[in-house]
């Protein structure tokens, strides 16, 4: 098993992995939809891995890519809970089936809280699922009952 940092080289596989990683988490991809939301990831992964601004760590067997992590970064006004006002954002959290169940999302989520330490952010977010919850739970990470959405 290798653990590395992505590279844009590892696009393709990214964006893969990651409509693989929605689909398991029940949204449904239409048809019609398939090829735009495909250009659109593989469109912010291209952008975002080069610059550091989307930071990814892998796992890969048998020459490929089979778990994923994601890191973004940015910056809110500061508050009293977060005086920088930085948050990293843990993302695109995803194990391929067959890898399950062997440390691969820990190993990989554990370099993304070192990376943010690192880099002076003292806040993580995500938006867990249900089949991921524990282990964010695990590895310290807390419900917090006050984020709300609007789609518009």
Not at 41 to 48: E, T
Request: glycine content about 6%; overall charge positive.
């Amino acid at each position: 098993m290798i653990i590395r940092k992505a590279t844009e080289a590892d696009t393709e596989s990214l964006v893969k992995l990651r409509i693989r990683q929605l689909i398991d988490e029940g949204y449904s991809l239409k048809n019609e939809n398939k090829e735009m939301i495909f250009n659109e990831i593989k469109s912010y992964f291209q952008q975002n891995i080069k610059t550091d601004r989307y930071i990814s760590w892998i796992a890969i067997a048998e020459e490929k890519i089979v778990a994923t992590s994601g890191l973004c970064f940015f910056r809110l006004p500061p508050s009293f809970g977060n005086p920088s006002g930085k948050i990293a954002y843990l993302t695109s959290i995803y194990t391929v089936p067959a890898y399950r169940k062997r440390g691969l999302a820990t190993n990989l989520i554990q370099r993304m809280i070192v990376i943010s330490k690192e880099q002076g952010y003292t806040v993580i977010r995500l938006h867990a699922s249900e089949a991921g919850k524990s282990l964010y739970v695990k590895l310290g990470f807390r419900d917090i009952e006050n984020d709300m959405i609007l789609k518009i």
